[in-house]
């Protein structure tokens, strides 16, 4: 299986743990990393590493740039992934989320996330994509539980 962590699901392993949810994040993320290459394959993007160059803190960046070793699929924008970006941010969606999305979609994969904004959003609009997106630790539990 295919699936697209965005670049909040990529640093969570280097936030500081301030909460349970966080923690739980981390540790799915975590899971989830090691799996790509045997069980699922990592998707990344030209985007990923655009939102990951913004990262003002030089160790945390390169931390996150090298769990994208792994990266065994990379999509690199067009328009029809542009188009579809657009849509996402009538939506409600921020700039960098929504081409996240519409590259995740371009490359059949599973939009993994840890804003609930993003989830929110497609809750409120079921419509808006037929990708799979979920937070790290609810969707490797249904992968778990089959």
């Known amino acids: 299986m295919k699936v697209y962590l965005d670049v909040c699901c990529l640093c969570r392993p280097f936030d500081k743990i301030l909460n349970q949810k966080i923690y739980l994040e981390s540790e799915a993320v975590h ?70 999305l519409a590259c995740a979609e371009s490359a059949h994969a599973v939009f993994i996330t840890s804003d609930d904004k993003i989830i929110r ?3 409120k609009n079921p419509d808006l994509t037929n990708t799979p997106v979920n937070n790290p630790v609810i969707w490797l539990m249904e992968e778990e539980n089959g």
């Open 121 to 123: 959003i497609l809750q």
């Open 31 to 100: 899971t989830i990393l090691g799996q790509c290459g045997d069980e699922h394959t990592l998707v990344s993007s030209q985007v990923v590493k655009e939102e990951i160059r913004k990262i003002s803190d030089p160790e945390k960046r390169n931390r996150v740039l090298n769990l994208l070793l792994i990266t065994g699929e990379y999509v690199c924008l067009n328009d029809e992934i542009i188009d579809r970006a657009r849509i996402f941010k009538q939506a409600g969606m921020r700039t960098f989320d929504a081409l996240h």
